[in-house]
């Protein structure tokens, strides 16, 4: 399930990148995500982030016991130390994955509406070239309109802008999340050898004392 959350993650992040720089791949991406919003599209990925919620409430409820049994029991259990390591993990990934996916919906939305505006206000401008000298009310009115639309479309690109910069920090908090993922898995295995150790050791004693009681039953 990890190299799963892994690969969605860095596949969040590279269509995050794509939206961000106008490329012919863009314009793919957008049509893509315009199929996917239409017909059982959103049910569906409302069925999927609601599954992936779901799980990550799960996890968090499971690291939540682990902690209760630790304060109740006042000793820390290896085996819970890696399960707990495991939960902590998946409960980052699953997280980072929804947020993401909810960066790209935001993305695409900020896009499409930049996108309309910037059509009506050509359209206006094509209107305003092409037409006759008319009454100055008319030629007034259509400069407020163009002026209402060039602040919509300054309050859209700074909103972009906004949600640009926030991008960059989830794709860096991804990027230390990927690290301190690596990090937990290097002490899952050293818990689970040192797990095995503790038993070999048990093993051994266990071996030692029932060799030694035969001994003095001889």
């Known amino acids: ?38 017909g059982r599209g959103p049910i569906m990925v409302k069925t999927v982030g609601a599954t992936v919620f779901v799980v990550l409430l799960s996890s968090v409820y499971s690291m939540t016991k682990i902690q209760k049994r630790w ?14 390591a495991k939960h ?6 699953m997280g980072s994955s929804l ?12 896009i499409r509406e930049l996108r309309i ?19 100055v009310e008319e030629a007034k ?9 060039r602040e919509k479309l300054k309050h859209l690109e700074s909103e972009l802008e906004t949600r640009t910069k926030e991008v960059n920090a989830a794709e860096a908090n991804a990027v230390a999340l ?7 898995l290097l002490e899952y295995d050293r818990l689970l050898e040192e797990n095995q150790n503790l038993r070999n050791q ?12 035969s001994k003095k039953n001889t």
Request: positive net charge; without cysteine; glycine residues 6%.
């Open 178 to 184: 990927s690290k301190q993922s690596e990090g937990f």
């Open 202 to 213: 048990l093993q051994s004693l266990d071996r030692r004392l029932s060799h030694s009681g």
């Open 71 to 84: 304060i109740d029991e006042g000793a820390v259990n290896p085996t819970d130390q890696v399960l707990m």
């Open 99 to 110: 947020f993401l996916a909810l960066m790209i919906d935001r993305l695409h939305h900020y």
């Open 141 to 149: 009115a259509l400069e407020e309109e163009t002026a209402k639309l």
């Open 117 to 135: 505006r910037r059509k009506g206000m050509e359209a206006v401008q094509k209107q305003a070239r092409g037409s006759e000298n008319g009454k």
């Open 1 to 38: 399930m990890q190299q799963l959350l892994f690969t969605v993650i860095l596949s969040e992040m590279a269509l995050i990148l794509v939206l961000l720089f106008k490329t012919p791949l863009r314009k793919l991406v957008i049509l893509s995500l315009d199929r996917v919003k239409r």
């Open 88 to 93: 902590l993990l998946e409960a980052t990934l």
